[in-house]
């Protein structure tokens, strides 16, 4: 990823790459640009993507502690249970691990909430 979107947030990412577009010429968009041009707008799509990647584990962490079981979380996401499972547990335990070094992340017990829905396919590693 180039040096300027490395460290964009979403919101900056998708309006640095909706400017890309509205300055690009028909050519460019048509595939006639060059290798910059190019590489700038997969630099901000992979931006866009990573951002957006962990804001859906958080909003599927939210929805686990909202009630919300991981076939319906699969359902709207595309992905399986299991995938769901997974995605949601990398994601907290390195909550978990953030809140133990520095006070910041998830605590144990909200952990401990959104797994229980999940612990079906957290244990038995279905």
């Keep these: 990823m180039s040096a300027a979107a490395v460290g964009m ?18 050519a460019e968009l048509a595939g006639g640009g060059d290798a910059a041009f190019y590489l700038h707008r997969a630099a ?20 686990l502690l909202a009630g919300a079981l991981a076939e319906q979380i ?3 996401t595309g992905v399986t249970a299991d995938q769901v499972a997974a995605r949601w547990a990398s994601w907290a335990d390195g909550q978990v691990r ?4 520095i006070g910041t992340g ?3 017990e909200e952990y401990g909430r959104a797994a229980a ?10």
């Design 106 to 108: 998830m605590t144990r």
């Design 44 to 63: 901000l799509e992979t931006a866009i993507a990573d951002r957006a990647a962990v804001r859906a584990v958080i909003s599927i962490h939210r929805a």
């Design 9 to 26: 947030g979403l919101w900056e990412a998708v309006a640095a790459y909706r400017g890309a577009v509205d300055a690009a010429t028909a």
């Design 98 to 101: 953030l809140r133990e070094r």
């Design 117 to 126: 829905v999940l612990a079906d396919r957290l244990n038995d590693g279905r």
């Design 74 to 76: 699969a359902d709207v």
